[in-house]
């Protein structure tokens, strides 16, 4: 299991994703830079122990309503060789030293713990405690294997990867309520969120369909 740190980083997670958000395709703001809060998220354990995996759900405050934004990042302490463009931005972790933050969907160990979330080999674990299933976080699958993803695509909505066996994982980045997955989806993965004024949602992460 990985462990949490109760520690500083310098900038902050949210401070990076301030700069960050803006540069997306599927960011609903407008010119002015994003007010974020957490609003939740989950965690998955990378086997080797190296690559720390959090998948964040921030809150922007700025327009007139809150907007909900899924955002699965890794954390590693080299640079990962081939993704300059998807590097959030570098932090100074009081325990671990300088770390490289990246957009998990162009991590390939993020994307193997994710496939196998939605097969049910593995467990969300909770965002902030140690040791500790997140049990808000479900997921289904109705084949066997998850195929291989290839390089994630973004667009004005969200973040696609296809599998040359003709299925196509779409995570949502930009969250809204929902209640079940589309009719034609093989697996799913859901969770919930809170926003500011205290409402709680619950909706799709991400959808597994064919092409």
Known sequence: ??????????????????????????YQGGDGAPNLVKAGGFRLDDPQGEVGMEFMVVADTSGP??????????????????????????????????????????????????????EGRVQAQDQS??????REVSRAFSGDVLPRFSTAVDDHEGTELKAAEGVVLRLHRVLGPADDAPPEA?????????????????GLFAVLRPA
């Not at 405690?129 to 997140?134: A, I, K, M, N, Y």
């Open 186 to 202: 093989i697996g799913h993965v859901a969770g919930a969120w809170g926003l500011p004024d205290g409402v709680r949602e619950r």
């Open 129 to 134: 405690v140690s040791d500790t299933v997140d």
């Open 65 to 118: 309503r809150p907007t909900a934004y899924f955002v699965p990042l890794t954390y590693r302490g080299a640079p990962l060789d081939g993704a300059e463009d998807a590097l959030v931005g570098t932090m100074e972790h009081g325990v671990l030293g300088r770390r490289w933050a990246y957009d998990g969907c162009h991590d390939p160990v993020l994307l193997a713990q994710f496939a196998a979330l939605i």
């Open 1 to 26: 299991m990985a462990v949490i740190h109760q520690t500083s980083l310098k900038p902050t997670k949210l401070e990076l994703l301030t700069a960050w958000l803006p540069t997306r395709p599927w």
